[in-house]
């Protein structure tokens, strides 16, 4: 089986299948990572460079470790500290590090499209690690996987996103994917987050009241307000969005069934989500990144079998 794409630049490019074989492929890697020793020789002759232009913690130590997991040779690469600040444009960067030898590039953008350009550019595979407000695919992958492991499936699954939808890369890549493996999304969060267009645009629901969120999901991926993205005041402040839209354990006591809550990290306590509800029994967050590694360790292998033929 082989994907359809050469590159992971969004979910939106992706088919069913393709999601399928990703999160199949993960199943076995996620075993690999049980064993005593955690590492396989699979991509021991091709070489990684990631290229972080934004900040990160747990996306760029997942991937690095899910390339040293698979025996890849890796570099790594931020806009800070580089010859970005000297004038340097991307493309020549990228064709500077392309020179010396590299087969992949992982990498996280604050421009929605980067990867798209750089992917019609230069001769390497590109996965995208986030770029500006457009797609997360590895994210929404690793949330899928977490899903599928404590549902059993997405068909017919409701999952709701809460919070800061208008600037999340995450939520529209979640949306992407969750639509086309068979689960129903509604998008919950205060009027001024949330995008007129989604409900025609994108089919998912909307819904202004987290309560009701909550009581209609079988899973609630909550996510942070992305302040550095807004240069307007969409709501009053910090205090005032958790008691209109922060998660808490009451709220989720009062529910008349369990649900599983999620979160892609970094997490604000206090504002999106409580204290109590992050590290409560039904938090997925630490297995999230935990599933993290071995979703990245098979898009990371399954591009690279594909090498020979990219464009
Ligand atoms: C997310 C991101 O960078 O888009 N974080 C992550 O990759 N785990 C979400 C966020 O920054 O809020």
Redesign the pocket.
Known sequence: MQLSTKHLLGIRDLQAQDIQLILDTATQFKEVLQRPIKKVPSLRDVTIVNLFY?N????RISFELAEKRLSADTINFTASGSSVSKGETLLDTVNNILSMKVDMVVM?HSASGAPHFLAKHIPAIIVN??DGINE?PT?ALLDAFSIREKLGTLEGKKVAIIGDIMH???ALSNIYLLQKMGAEVTVAGPPTLIPKYIQEALGVRVEYDVKNALQWCDVANI??I?LERQNQVLFSSLREYNLAFGVSKKMLDELDKEIFVMH???INRGVEIDSDVADSKQSLILQQVENGVAVRMAVLYLLAGQRETAE
Request: cysteine-free.
């Open positions: 934004e990160s913690t747990r996306t996280r690690a986030g997360h994210q999340s890369r995450v996510l942070r992305q892609p990290g970094p």
